[in-house]
């Protein structure tokens, strides 16, 4: 955060932000709010009672030494403090497992804000800062939406020790120096009061204004602290990533990760970044703020030393006087640097909110798709033209095409040529920038968004499975049709593996949620997918490189069932294989954003183009 994000930010703005905030925080979890906020109480006038205690003991060790008395007094001690010991074990345990919700519910807020998003925004790199930032200023320094919690724990807690402390030095300034001390009769003047209670109100907030100044560098700074976390942790990670430990080991990336890392996680270092704001500014800031304090719990000693020597009150009552000021004075500190913290916290919750408040742009139609019985769709793109947001080059240009109803349609074409994007938009994770998309005639747009995606099976190139079982995987849902999962897994060449199985469709993929889950190849997760998109049955089936991780005889098994197994949908096909593409009623070629070419594998490979170009490139290897 800027110096002036934190700066530009008004009073009135930070109230109303961190308000919002804790409606929030209280709306997501009540309990941890209130388990807190008695926690605080607890915690802040407790102490008191041990101080009370030890005076009273003290007094008569001092005084009339009488074994019964003391003998009570130490029991009642002894008996308070386990008391209060349990007690705050028990509202400890409450608070902590509210907090854990607490915690839970944040993460979810970003889950559900996130699913819900328009999917042009997730894939937007400034979405991802603005996630990232808020997470590393989360995870870094603290700050942020959870940050209100503990201010508010701060708040509670230094207001009971306030006024638990004021109970306990009332007789400070009610207890009377017996006349026969003579001069020191004075210390009972009004004016002591006045002036020992200025002391206690002034010295915490110079000492308080002092370290929010010095907690305020940290907040501007957050940017630094950021960076210096991300790589940290990236590299601390790294080691732990499956997915690049052999590509680590063969380039040996952790050379380079080593020198990058450590230069720049060298913020943290004795040297680094902070340890010299430390050193500078921040170290100064820090200094005086204890000397201020310590001044004045200088003063406080004599003041009360000197009542109890001039004869006010015995021994046991400087323990007294002398805790509970101290703690009247940090707490009075404590409350003042809460504004403090709130008004440093405050941009890092407005970014937060931000981000939750990104609206979705896309438009949101309300028709919904008719449910054909025949599966029979019209899709035509009307010259469609797409920019990705951020850019300036146009990932399709002019595309104008039409499917016919149950056909199977392949698309080519080299790396970039625009195929992805093209299936992207059909699938209306993007609008076009220009023209139009239409199913049976209407614009896409004009329809229920999740209408609309029900009639899309798509696997991307890029497909996911999760740590659930193979059954949960295909269904996409907790409970499945059994009967239906086999079959598709069966159609998408699984069904050997699977009878393999012990556990059969209840067993787990991966270890991530059970030790007993199973890892699988590229292959088979490919099958697995495939099998997925089949159960979904829906109108469209769209299969992008589907059997590039297959093996040539699961490859040409898939490919000689391919009617059976797309039935009567319409099936869009995306390869680089052409030879794959040869079954397909009409196969749509791509390049540079435009589709040049269109027609049977027959007639495109007799025509002079990009397709004969592709097909004679490949086919090289095979003929002789
Ligand atoms: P293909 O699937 O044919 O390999 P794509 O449709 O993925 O091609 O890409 C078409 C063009 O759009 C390429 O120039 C690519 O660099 C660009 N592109 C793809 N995805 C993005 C993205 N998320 N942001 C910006 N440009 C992109």
Not at 240 to 248: E, G, I, L, R, V
Not at 592 to 600: A, D, E, L, T
Request: aromatic share 12%.
């Amino acid at each position: 955060m800027k110096k002036k994000d934190v700066k530009q930010i008004s009073a009135r703005e930070v109230c109303s932000i961190t308000f919002r905030g804790f409606k929030l925080l209280y709306h997501m979890q009540p309990r941890a709010i209130l388990t807190g906020v008695l926690l605080a109480i607890w915690g802040a006038l407790t102490p008191y009672v041990g101080i009370s205690f030890s005076a009273q003991i003290i007094d008569e060790l001092a005084g009339g030494r009488d074994p019964e008395r003391l003998w009570t007094l130490v029991i009642w001690t002894l008996c308070s403090a386990a008391g209060i010991a349990l007690v705050s074990a028990l509202l400890s345990r409450w608070n902590n497992a509210e907090n854990e919700k607490m915690w839970s519910s944040y993460r979810h807020l970003f889950v559900a804000k996130n699913l819900d998003m328009d999917f042009v925004r997730i894939d937007d790199p400034e979405t991802h800062k603005m996630l990232h930032t808020i997470e590393q200023n989360d995870w870094g320094g603290g700050w942020g939406l959870m940050q209100i919690l503990r201010n508010l724990n701060s708040i509670i807690s230094p207001v009971f020790s306030i006024l638990g402390g004021i109970v306990l030095t009332i007789t400070l300034f009610t207890s009377r120096v017996p006349e026969s001390a003579g001069r020191w009769t004075i210390l009972d003047n009004p004016l002591f009061l006045v002036g020992i209670i200025s002391v206690m109100v002034a010295v915490p907030c110079v000492s308080s204004l002092i370290s929010n100044k010095a907690g305020a560098y940290y907040a501007q700074n957050s940017g630094n602290h950021n960076l210096a976390n991300r790589l940290f942790s990236w590299f601390g990670f790294m080691g732990h990533n499956k997915s690049a430990a052999a590509n680590m080991r063969m380039y040996r990336i952790d050379r380079i990760c080593m020198t990058h890392s450590l230069d720049k996680t060298g913020l943290f270092d004795s040297h680094g970044y902070f340890a010299n704001l430390n050193r500078g500014k921040v170290g100064v800031l820090k200094m005086a703020s204890g000397t201020v304090s310590h001044i004045f719990t200088l003063i406080i000693y004599l003041y009360v030393c000197l009542k109890a020597w001039a004869g006010a009150f015995g021994v046991g009552g400087i323990t007294q006087y002398i805790s509970a000021v101290s703690i009247i004075a940090g707490s009075v500190g404590e409350f003042l640097s809460i504004w403090g913290s709130i008004r440093n916290n405050a941009p890092f919750v407005k970014l937060f909110f931000e981000y939750m408040d990104l609206p979705n742009v896309m438009y949101q139609g309300s028709l919904t798709t008719e449910k054909r019985s025949d599966k029979k769709y019209t899709v035509e793109f009307r010259n469609v033209s797409f920019k990705y947001p951020g850019t300036d080059i146009w990932a399709l240009r002019n595309v104008s095409m039409q499917f016919r109803i149950g056909q199977q349609l392949a698309v080519v074409g080299k790396n970039g040529s625009g195929k992805t994007t093209f299936i992207k938009l059909l699938c209306r994770l993007y609008d076009p920038t220009e023209g139009e998309i239409l199913l049976n005639g209407v614009d896409i747009r004009k329809y229920d968004y999740h209408d609309y995606m029900d009639i899309f099976s798509v696997v991307f190139q890029d497909f996911k499975l999760f740590p659930y079982t193979i059954g949960q995987n295909v269904a996409s849902a907790e409970e499945y049709d059994a009967y239906r999962v086999k079959d598709c897994l069966v159609k998408a060449g699984f069904g050997e593996r699977l009878a393999e199985m012990e556990n059969g469709l209840e067993t787990y993929l991966y270890k991530d949620r059970r030790d007993d889950g199973i890892n699988i190849s590229g292959g088979e997760a490919q099958k697995i997918a495939l099998a997925r998109a089949l159960y979904k049955d829906s109108p469209f089936i769209i299969l992008d490189e589907p059997t590039a991780a297959l093996d040539p005889i699961a490859e040409a098994e898939i490919y000689s069932k391919f009617n059976d197994i797309v039935g009567d949908r319409t099936a869009i096909y995306i390869s680089h294989r052409l030879s794959s593409c040869r079954f397909c009623d009409e196969i749509a070629v791509f390049d540079q954003g435009n589709v040049v070419q269109v027609g049977s594998h027959d007639s495109l490979v007799e025509e002079d183009g990009l397709y004969r170009e592709l097909w004679y490139a490949q086919a090289q290897y095979y003929t002789e």
